[in-house]
Each structure stands twice: as structure tokens, then as C-alpha cells.
């Protein structure tokens, strides 16, 4: 009698804790976007971008100059609205090139920096200042923000990079054998408390997943660009490293851009 | 010269709502780097914001507040058109003044 009692008590407890649990579930997801629209106000970011602001006005590297007479695909010294419309194929280079791949080519080019140390280090450690590249990037897609994305795809080499893009986001691969597709192609799947967006399937998605990159990172409380997403994506599969401006992160970016079109910027953005 | 401040300052109908982000690491003095090694504490202490020659808010922060902290708050008596200046200290003596016109 007594364990029978005992029984039944400790199913009603399950129970109740199920039901609870379905409960927080639910708003714990509106918690968190409660917490996000309270963190937009203030955006670390801004400071971010004013530093990349006046890192962009100032006469640097062995030539002496500054990057405002860089072209990002819009003519010499446009940068308003460059950000929206790259990856894109650039003659003088004769390749495609994502925003921080053309930003290092007017650093040598332009400025005269040497590659090799201006690439070392692109991403700031915890507790670092941002990085010269970080906070130029930030300046960069600040400057496209509200304009629509136009990834262009007229040049056979932006066609190239957007199927070689889709060919590399489905690829499974790693000791997990993931692809991006893993976590990303499919709709209304979840990681811990985080809402994976279908990123390859769901125009919605697609848009807000490129038109909110770079964001500052608060848990991080640094500002992350798209090659670094990317690169920590390829972290969190446990793939080899994605070199910082290869190939294949020029040509992923191209095939989320693409997916994106016709969406505003809206970056920096603030991210958990 | 540490990095400046973003200050807003709009005049509402029940006083200044004064939002301000300042750029400053903020580090507690109890987190340890990749070797172990203790990273020295450097927050702001003190903030003082002043309008019209007179503080009308003083603040005293400790570890608990976060890396680039954003305050928010709201004054009565100041009129659109006037500055308020803003000025923060920190454990290591460094400061930094910004100011802002009320719009």
C-alpha cells in the first residue's frame, strides 16, 4: 500500500515537472528575444565602428595613405552601400572577393601593408581590443546598413563561387559527418536553447542570417565578422580550420549572399 | 586617450532620458589568462554627470558592472539645446570626459 502511494506521488512529480518544463520552454525562447531587444539599445558595436571609422580616415602602411580611395565595386572611394553587393568579381584581382578579402587587398595594395602580418592575427582574443580588421569591417557593413543585399552573379566566376558555396554547405564531412546542412537545412530544429535558422531552404532565415553578420557577440563581448562566423562553424563541426579569406569561405559567403538577396543590412547587429 | 563615448540625451516630457555607452574593459580582477595568471582588475569607479555646472548624477561601479557599460537614466531641468558633460574614472586613475548637447 504504502509503495503503491509512493509511486503514483513520484509519477504526479514527473508529471508536473514535465509539464513545467514545456512551460519554461516556451518562454524561455520569448525571454531570450526579450533579452535581445533590451540589448539593441547600446550596442557595443557603435564603438567598434568608430574606431574602424577612424582607423579608415587615417594615412597608414608604407605608401601612406588612407582607404578611401579603395574600391569595393561601387568605383574608387564609394563605400557607402559596398558591403551590400560583395562577394563580387574584381578585374584588377581577377577573383571573387568577399568585403574583408578586398579590405586586406587595399591594405597591401593601397597602404602597402605586407599580407602576411596584416592576416596573422584577425581575430581579437578574449579580453583583446578589437582588432584593426574587426573594427574596419564593422565600419564597412555599417556603411551598407538599410541598403538591400545585390550579390551579384554576372561574372562566370560569381556563378562559380555560389555552386562551389552550395557544394561546400552541403558537403558532410569531419568525425561528426556534418555539413552546414547538418544544422542549418532543415526547419525548426534547435541546439540547447538556440533556434537554428534553415538557412538554405527558409528565405527569412537566409536573409536575417547574412543581413545580420557582423554582430557584436555579448557572451563574447567582442565583434564578429562573417569569416569569423564561418570559421567557427567549421570549429563547432570539427572541421579543419577555414583559413582566414580562402577560397572556400569566399565562396560559402557568396552562396549565403545569394540566398539573401533583396534583404536589408541591418549590421553590426548584437548577438548573445 | 581612451576611447570616447556614444551619449544621447533627449528631452522627454517628464525629464533629460540620458543613455550613454562607454567604452571600457571592465575587468573584475578574478578572471585568469591561458597561463593562469590573475588579470588585474580595471573598471570604472567613479561617474559623474554634470549639466549646467552641477552633478545630477554620481555613480559608484565595482567589478559587477560589465564590460562597456551602458547607463541609462532620466533628469528633470535640463532643456533641449544644453550640453551635459560626462566624465568616468577608473581604478588605474585614467579618465575620460565627453560631452553632448540635449536634443
Known amino acids: 500500500m504504502k509503495m503503491h502511494r509512493g509511486r503514483i ?16 520552454q516556451g518562454s524561455a525562447t520569448d525571454e531570450i528575444a526579450r533579452y535581445r531587444a533590451m540589448l539593441a539599445d547600446g550596442n557595443p558595436a557603435e564603438l567598434v565602428v568608430a574606431r574602424g571609422e577612424e582607423l579608415w580616415k587615417t594615412r597608414r602602411g608604407a605608401k601612406n595613405v588612407s582607404l578611401e580611395q579603395c574600391d569595393f ?27 574583408e578579402s578586398r579590405l586586406v587587398w587595399c ?7 605586407d599580407r602576411a602580418a596584416v592576416t596573422k592575427n584577425p581575430y581579437s582574443g578574449a579580453g583583446q581590443r578589437q582588432t584593426d580588421l574587426e ?48 544544422c ?3 526547419t525548426g530544429q534547435r541546439i540547447r536553447l538556440q533556434d537554428l535558422p534553415n538557412i538554405a531552404g527558409n528565405k527569412p532565415d537566409a536573409d536575417r542570417a547574412f543581413t545580420t553578420w557582423p554582430a557584436y557577440r555579448v557572451s563574447q563581448g567582442a565583434l564578429r565578422t562573417m569569416q569569423w562566423r564561418l570559421n567557427d562553424c567549421f570549429r563547432q563541426q570539427r572541421f579543419p580550420d577555414l583559413v582566414f579569406l580562402s577560397p572556400t569561405s569566399v565562396d560559402l559567403i557568396t552562396f549565403l549572399g545569394v540566398n539573401a538577396n533583396g534583404a536589408k543590412m541591418d549590421a553590426p547587429a548584437i548577438k548573445r | 586617450m581612451p576611447d570616447p563615448m556614444r551619449i544621447r540625451a533627449t528631452e522627454q516630457p517628464d525629464g533629460v532620458d540620458v543613455r550613454v555607452l562607454m567604452s571600457h574593459e571592465m575587468e573584475t580582477g578574478q578572471r585568469r589568462d591561458s597561463a593562469g595568471a590573475i588579470v588585474p582588475a580595471w573598471f570604472i569607479q567613479t561617474v559623474v554627470v554634470s549639466y549646467a555646472g552641477k552633478p545630477v548624477l554620481n555613480a559608484e561601479w565595482g567589478p559587477a558592472v560589465a564590460k562597456n557599460p551602458y547607463l541609462q537614466f532620466k533628469f528633470k531641468g535640463g532643456k533641449k539645446g544644453e ?18 548637447t540635449i536634443g
Open chain 1, 107 to 113: 591594405m597591401v595594395n593601397l597602404q602597402g601593408m
Open chain 1, 135 to 182: 573594427a574596419l569591417t564593422a565600419y564597412g557593413v555599417e556603411m551598407s546598413r538599410g541598403i538591400p543585399v545585390n550579390v551579384p552573379q554576372s561574372h562566370p566566376k560569381e556563378r562559380a563561387a555560389y555552386d562551389r558555396g552550395r557544394y561546400a554547405f552541403y558537403m558532410r564531412g569531419g568525425p561528426y559527418d556534418f555539413s552546414c546542412a547538418t
Open chain 1, 9 to 24: 506521488a513520484a509519477a504526479a512529480l514527473f508529471l508536473g515537472c514535465a509539464a513545467a518544463s514545456a512551460y519554461a
Open chain 1, 73 to 99: 565595386g561601387l568605383g574608387a572611394g564609394v563605400l557607402k552601400g559596398a558591403y551590400a553587393q560583395m562577394p563580387r568579381y574584381f578585374a584588377d584581382a581577377d577573383q571573387v572577393m568577399d568585403f
Open chain 1, 184 to 186: 542549418h537545412g532543415v
Open chain 2, 83 to 100: 550640453k551635459i558633460s560626462i566624465t568616468w574614472v577608473d581604478n588605474r586613475g585614467e579618465t575620460r570626459t565627453d560631452e553632448a
